[in-house]
Nanobody, 121 residues
Framework: EVQLVESGGDLVQAGGSLSVSCVAS????????IGWFRQAPGKEREGVSC????????TYADSVKGRFTLSSDKMKNTVYLQMNSLKPEDTAVYYC??????????????WGQGTQVTVSS
């Protein structure tokens, strides 16, 4: 059974930092790319970042470029999203998802349950 479990969501002040993680089981990060998406209340889900399973390359949405950093630890089968200089507009439920290649387009094969990130002004 494949599972993606996010953790680390929290309430932080604007300008602060937070790291959220995604632990994968049932798949290997060598075989799958991991994308992070977020959905704010009343808004559509949007792609945030993705890390390729094949070469470790990363892509970022323009809205987070320079502030967010995505990394992976294949020994732990875990992906980390480091978020710096957080803004209130970063408030959302953050989801990780697994697919064979990075893409902002869904569908991804597997999804986590999400973790809430709230940034106060």
């Amino acid at each position: 059974e494949v599972q993606l479990v996010e953790s680390g969501g929290d309430l932080v002040q604007a300008g602060g930092s937070l790291s959220v993680s995604c632990v994968a089981s049932g798949i290997l990060l060598d075989d799958y790319s991991i994308g992070w998406f977020r959905q704010a209340p009343g808004k559509e889900r949007e792609g945030v970042s993705c890390i390729s399973g094949s070469d470790g390359s990363t892509t970022y949405a323009d809205s987070v470029k320079g502030r967010f950093t995505l990394s992976s630890d294949k020994m732990k089968n875990t992906v980390y999203l480091q978020m710096n200089s957080l803004k209130p507009e970063d408030t959302a439920v953050y989801y990780c998802a697994a697919a064979k290649v990075c893409s902002w387009l869904e569908p991804y094969d597997y999804w986590g349950q999400g973790t809430q990130v709230t940034v106060s002004s």
